[in-house]
């Protein structure tokens, strides 16, 4: 019996949804699902970010397990109903390359607005706009000129 010695990548989680054909949707037709898509999962990752910091953990460690929460949740959705991509192990390499830099642009901008900004009450929420903004539109540059079209 011989073992392989290659690392096995499992595949992507997938959501459970009743695969349908579906024409390729146009330019507008995706910037709206990823808006939607986004939105949502910014309010898991925002939602999440503020019960972790009420419960004590430190802004850096609070924003990097919502960044987790709220990508994760957007991959799935935009794989699937935004971009109607098939699984993949190219792609979905190729998205955690992706927000391995995303992560670090958007935790990074966060800490430096939370700490540079005035202590005032839209301090948090500023910091964590500026630093989502910027992080969604790479995002969807590169998964739409990029990933997405890997197979």
Same mark, same amino acid.
């Given at each position: 019996? #011989?073992?392989?010695?290659?690392?096995?990548?499992? !595949?992507?989680?997938? *959501?459970? +949804?009743?695969?349908?054909?579906?024409?390729? +949707?146009? !330019?507008?037709?995706? &910037? %709206?699902?990823? +808006?939607? @898509?986004?939105?949502?999962?910014?309010?898991?990752?925002?939602? !999440?970010? $503020?019960? *972790?910091? &009420?419960?004590? *953990?430190?802004?850096?460690?609070?924003?990097? $397990? @919502?960044?987790?929460?709220?990508?994760?949740?957007? /991959?799935? &959705?935009?794989?699937?109903?935004?971009? #109607?991509?098939?699984?993949?192990?190219?792609?979905?390499?190729?998205?955690?390359?992706?927000?391995?830099?995303?992560?670090? %642009? #958007?935790?990074?901008?966060?800490?430096? !607005? /939370? +700490?540079?900004?005035?202590?005032?009450?839209?301090?948090?929420?500023?910091?964590? %706009?500026?630093? #989502?903004?910027?992080?969604?539109?790479?995002?969807?540059?590169?998964?739409?000129?990029? &990933?997405?079209?890997?197979r």
């Amino acid at each position: 019996m #011989q073992v392989s010695a290659e690392p096995h990548v499992p !595949l992507p989680v997938d *959501l459970p +949804v009743v695969a349908e054909q579906q024409a390729a +949707v146009d !330019l507008k037709t995706q &910037i %709206v699902r990823f +808006v939607l @898509s986004g939105g949502f999962s910014a309010i898991i990752d925002f939602g !999440l970010y $503020i019960l *972790l910091g &009420i419960a004590g *953990l430190p802004v850096a460690v609070a924003k990097s $397990i @919502s960044f987790v929460a709220g990508t994760t949740t957007a /991959y799935l &959705i935009n794989r699937r109903w935004t971009f #109607q991509a098939e699984p993949s192990r190219k792609r979905f390499l190729a998205v955690v390359a992706l927000y391995a830099v995303t992560f670090a %642009v #958007q935790v990074g901008i966060n800490q430096i !607005l /939370y +700490v540079t900004l005035d202590d005032h009450w839209w301090r948090k929420p500023l910091a964590f %706009v500026i630093a #989502q903004g910027t992080a969604t539109v790479i995002n969807f540059v590169v998964q739409r000129a990029v &990933i997405f079209k890997l197979r």
